[in-house]
């Protein structure tokens, strides 16, 4: 099968009885027993954990089915622009932002500040529009040991 690469994405139609449209889904395009999709099962500091069993790819053409999602984590504005119409917030260039993801795929932006503790991120985002990540640069941030990966390190 040609699979897209492991990752975050939308679901443009409704796969199976299990996955609605809409949905935000992990994609293992090599997991046991093969290629699946999974769904969130709780967050945790604003990044979104799995279920560790998900739903198997009975053929390629679900994969057609996905939209690619920019990965959670930390990023930096790279130029202006407003959450939505509303521009209820501005994010500005060079500022620091978490992005993050709701059940149903919706981006939020997680703003973190300096605090007496040192950087905190709060657990309430702004929702912004989708064609507004192309204006973020993910950061390389360094990874604990213990830090899970791609979730909750049930699947990478």
Not at 82 to 108: H, M, N, S, W
Request: proline share 10%.
């Amino acid at each position: 099968m040609n699979l897209p690469p492991c990752g975050l994405y939308r679901t443009r139609s409704a796969l199976g009885t299990h996955i609605p449209a809409g949905r935000l889904v992990y994609f293992h395009n090599h997991g046991d027993p093969g290629p699946g999709l999974y769904l969130p099962s709780g967050w945790a500091a604003n990044r979104a954990r799995w279920h560790a069993r998900g739903t198997p790819l009975p053929d390629a053409t679900w994969a057609e089915h996905l939209e690619p999602l920019p990965p959670e984590g930390l990023y930096r504005v790279l130029s202006s622009f407003p959450c939505c119409a509303k521009r209820c917030r501005i994010f500005e260039p060079e500022q620091l932002v978490q992005l993050g993801y709701t059940g149903d795929a919706q981006a939020l932006l997680f703003l973190p500040e300096w605090t007496e503790q040192g950087l905190t991120v709060p657990t309430t985002g702004a929702r912004v529009e989708r064609e507004h990540l192309e204006k973020l640069a993910l950061l390389k941030v360094a990874r604990s040991e213990s830090a899970p990966a791609a979730g909750d390190g049930l699947l990478h």
